[in-house]
Each structure stands twice: as C-alpha cells, then as structure tokens.
C-alpha cells in the first residue's frame, strides 16, 4: 500500500513540474514580446473594427496578434514575394477581398492601414466560417481558428490538401496538432504556415492580452 501512495506521490511530483514547466515557459515567451509602439496608434481602429466584425465574440488582442506578427505593424511593410502594407495583403487577394465585400471595403488599398485593419479582420471572419469538421470528431475554437490563420497566411487550397492527407494517414484532421505532421508543399512554406498560427494565438495574443489589450485567449 505504501509503495502504491510513494508512487502516485512521485507521478503527481512529476506532473506538476512539467505544468509549472509549461507555463514558465510561456511567460517567458509572453515577456519576450515587445509591443511596438505603433500599436497604440491603431488601438482604436483596431478594437473597433473586432467589434463590428466579430461582435460580442471579439478578441482586439487577436487581431492586434496578427498585425504584429504580419509587419509589427509597419504601414509600408512589403514582403518579397509582394505582399503589401500593414495587413500584407498580396495584390491579387486585395482585388478579390474588395471585390467580395465591396460595401464594407470599397476600392480597398491595402496600404492604407485603416483599411487593411479591417480587410484583415473580414477576411478572418470569411476563412473561420469556411472551416468545417471533417469526420465526426470535435472541432475545437482553438483548431478553427489555426485552421483560419494558416489559410489567410499560406492559403486555404493547401490547408485542405493536408487535412485530406491527415485522414488518408487515420489521424484526425479536426486537431490542428494532428494536420501540423502532414504536408502538401514545401518543407519551408510548410515550417512558415504551420508557424505562423502557433505564434499569433499562443504566444502574441496572450502577449497583447497581458500588455492590455482586450479579448480572450482561444487556445489554452
């Protein structure tokens, strides 16, 4: 019985250093993250439009994440393979975005920072309403939303092709960590997509959220 105890003494030991491990981590990460200064100007601009976008369901601190990680929020940011402004919309998406919405965007400019605070938040929406359940397991906010993000960053075609893969492999394609081990691209785009997500909603939104910015963390 006393080895029995001594046991489960030492695995609950064991568990907690490996959660207090964990979450040191990601404080240390959190505290690694500089808040450009810029950000405070398009606070307002930013809170705004998650508000008329996503409604009670907003997280300013998300939409902050992704500027930060898209260009630290630099309005004249280019990318080399062309993405432009704030938001880095490629100019072919600029196009389409403008023309899919073209009430709430009009002759969209994705130079113009007020206007691509807002074509990134609408084409967010667009994407995570898009994602569906492939199979009969659950599909949590947390996938949904890393499922939107790696669509808006390397495109959405792709993500299809590799949950389509996950299934041929009987993993389960509605896990974000299960579609992360499958790819249809190239090892570097496929590094940089399955990145990209990772650091926006569980290393820059709780940053900004800590910073003080509103909303809530979708991935624990």
Not at 86 to 98: D, L, N, R, S, V
Not at 114 to 137: C, E, F, N, S
Not at 168 to 176: F, P, V
Request: charged residues 20%.
């Amino acid at each position: 019985m006393s080895n029995a105890r001594d046991a489960l003494v030492f695995v609950l030991i064991v568990l907690a250093i490996l959660l207090f491990a964990a979450w040191a981590s990601n404080a240390d990460a959190q505290q690694r993250v500089a808040i450009p200064e810029a950000s405070a100007l398009y606070r307002h601009r930013v809170e705004q439009v998650a508000a008329d976008v996503w409604g009670v369901n907003a997280s300013p601190a998300r939409l902050a994440a992704q500027l930060h990680q898209e260009s630290a929020w630099r309005i004249r940011a280019k990318s080399p393979v062309g993405a432009q402004g704030m938001a880095q919309f490629m100019p072919g998406t600029a196009k389409w975005i403008a023309e899919q919405f073209p009430a709430e965007l009009g002759a969209f400019d994705p130079w113009d920072p007020m206007q691509a605070i807002k074509a990134a938040a609408i084409y967010d929406k667009w994407l995570l309403d898009r994602v569906q359940p492939i199979g009969h397991t659950r599909l949590t906010e947390c996938t949904r939303w890393n499922f939107a993000l790696r669509g808006y960053n390397g495109g959405e075609q792709w993500l299809l092709r590799e949950r389509g893969l996950t299934v041929a492999g009987r993993a389960n394609a509605n896990d974000w960590r299960d579609v992360e081990r499958f790819r249809a691209r190239g090892s570097e785009p496929h590094k940089e997509n399955v990145g990209y997500p990772r650091r926006i909603l569980l290393v820059l939104e709780p940053a900004y959220i800590a910073a003080g910015w509103p909303g809530t963390a979708v991935c624990p």
